[in-house]
């Protein structure tokens, strides 16, 4: 489990083929890997990674075929920037979102305005995974927990401040550009308990509503939410 805070960026510093899937060496730049031991998991750019070998400046990864068809991986060169994040201790400050690392697709960079010191970015993400977006919800971009400050369609806006910008590889995106997207993993826990409840009511003849129907009257009626 991470938070999306990153701790620093890295770079791909070798890239292996391996039929259907690839190994990477990441090379950890400020990381500090002194406590971190063979079968740990690393978030590399969001995605939660295996660390199969520690070379000394680095480590070393898998990336399954799964993997690949969800991410950006495929688009990676020796030399791109990639976030990374260890991943957290039960005792560590729990400063952005619950994020698992497993990616559940990619977005594109459809926009970039400079505000003073600020960047906003509006992002393109596949509609499947629209119902999960909230406005000043959170998702993870690349790793980052951010808030969404805009929503329309299948697009949503985020602000990113200063320090995210020099600490993360966000300023390197530009129009056109691929992301990583980790929804928020509890919509998806609050939409899978409603499917198991309409099952559920299926079988003993209740009156269901489905998936398509999720509104608030019905998240009161399960007691998701309470109107004042």
């Not at 020796?78 to 952005?96: H, I, Q, Y």
């Not at 020099?166 to 990583?180: I, K, S």
């Not at 997207?181 to 003993?204: G, N, P």
Request: include cysteine; aromatic fraction near 6%; proline fraction near 4%.
């Amino acid at each position: 489990m991470f938070t999306g805070i990153i701790e620093t960026v890295g770079t791909i510093a070798e890239v292996s083929s391996k039929g259907d899937d690839m190994r990477l060496r990441i090379a950890a730049g400020k990381l500090d890997l002194s406590d971190v031991n063979i079968g740990d998991s690393i978030a590399v750019n969001g995605v939660c990674l295996t660390v199969i070998d520690l070379p000394g400046d680095g480590f070393w990864a898998d990336v399954s075929a799964e993997t690949l068809n969800r991410t950006t991986f495929p688009r990676q060169r020796v030399g791109s920037r990639v976030n990374l994040e260890k991943a957290m201790l039960a005792t560590d400050r729990f400063s952005g979102h619950l994020v698992s690392g497993h990616v559940d697709g990619t977005g594109k960079i459809v926009g970039r305005q400079d505000m003073g010191r600020f960047v906003r970015f509006r992002i393109q993400m596949p509609p499947v995974l629209a119902k999960y977006i909230v406005q000043k919800g959170s998702i993870c971009i690349n790793g980052i927990s951010l808030t969404i400050n805009g929503l329309k369609g299948n697009k949503f806006d985020i602000t990113v401040v200063p320090h995210t910008l020099l600490e993360t590889n966000l300023d390197d995106c530009q129009v056109g550009t691929p992301v990583n997207l980790e929804v928020d993993v509890i919509a998806r826990y609050v939409e899978r308990m409603l499917q198991d409840r309409a099952v559920l009511e299926a079988s003993e003849g209740m009156a269901v509503a489905s998936s398509g129907d999720i509104n608030p009257e019905l998240l009161a009626e399960h007691g998701f939410i309470k109107f004042p």
